[in-house]
């Protein structure tokens, strides 16, 4: 019990904790995913199915790091992560409250299969009544939140922009001259309050996953199906979503973290950092709304039952792959960045 009281403590008490302790946190929580999903696996094996689970965990895991990389996980994890570091915050647990609040759905599906609830079908088959009520509710949610959150680091853009070319011109910079002012920054002030804590963004990332639009969601929640009527047991079923859960909050919280990294090497070395700062935070803004421009233009033209060539074509575009090249942009700026700063310390 005393062990139980002293956990708890230090949860409500977890924003003055030291950096380190907290990555320990975020990172403990993601290992304890992998080791319930082995768990399950190895308790659910002892029969005959044995080959035919591992091979369906593994297929769901590797799911779980292809669909982590989608080009909303990416936007949406940056952007929030860009708005908490601008609040002199560290969100190390940002990816992973969003990825567990994402992950919570498939989960919740997985539930409802193993326990042979047939009604979890209908939300599974494409063009259905319950399919399309939660895909308006995933994209409408999704678009909105990147849309609200590419406004915000654009007006964060232009002001970072704005900072650089006066420092370039012999100004000075100033504690707050990195944070996001101006008409945008105040009108969307208190939508965004609600957003206070990396916790929050696990509702957000609930609400992404209402989609079930995604191709990896659907293939999980169908050979979950099939492996029931192979005879694999509930326990190795449930291996499933756990394996795809422990891959994807393995995959964010590292792509959080290394985000948090990037922008407070920005914040805290203002000067020489500056035209990072702006390049990094423009690539923020332009990915959230080109991402929330496509999200959107597919809900209109699924709520709407539309047959016009912009929104049919925008909502046929998959953002699976284009993620990678996202990830790629940032890669390449940070190691600009570094190189730069090497060369400036070495001609000091």
Known sequence: MTALTEFATMYRERETLSLRTRLLFTFGAVAALHVAAVVLLLAGTAGAA?????????????????????????????????????????????GFAFSLGHSSVVILAGLLVVAGATLIGQFMEDGTTGNKVLGLIGSGVSGLFLLTMGLFNGSAFIRATQVYRNVQAGGEV????????????????????????????????????????????????????????????????????????????????????AMMKMYKSAIHNPRRKLGFNAVITGISAVSALFIAVIT?????????????????????????????ILVGMFVLVWAVSAMRGRTVRAGA
């Not at 209109?300 to 993620?323: H, K, Q, R, V, Y």
């Open 174 to 257: 100033r504690p707050d001259d990195l944070e996001a002012k101006g008409f945008v920054a105040r009108l969307l002030a208190k939508p965004l309050s609600k957003v206070e804590r990396p916790r929050n963004i696990y509702v957000i990332g609930f609400l992404f996953g209402l989609g079930f639009d995604t191709a990896t969601t659907i293939g999980l929640l169908v050979i979950t199906t099939t492996a029931s009527l192979a005879g694999v047991s509930p326990l190795a079923l449930m291996a499933l979503p756990l394996a795809f859960t422990a891959a994807m909050t393995l995959c964010d919280s590292i792509n959080g973290v």
């Open 50 to 94: 044995q080959p035919l689970a591992l091979g369906l965990v593994i297929t769901a895991y590797v799911a779980g790091i292809k669909h982590s990389y989608d080009w909303d996980h990416i936007a949406a994890i940056d952007n929030s992560t860009r708005k908490f570091v601008a609040q002199h915050k560290d969100p190390v647990s940002v």
């Open 296 to 324: 959107l233009g597919g809900f209109i033209n699924s709520a709407f039952e539309l047959g016009d060539p912009l929104t049919t074509w925008l909502a046929g575009i998959d953002l699976g792959d284009a993620g990678l």
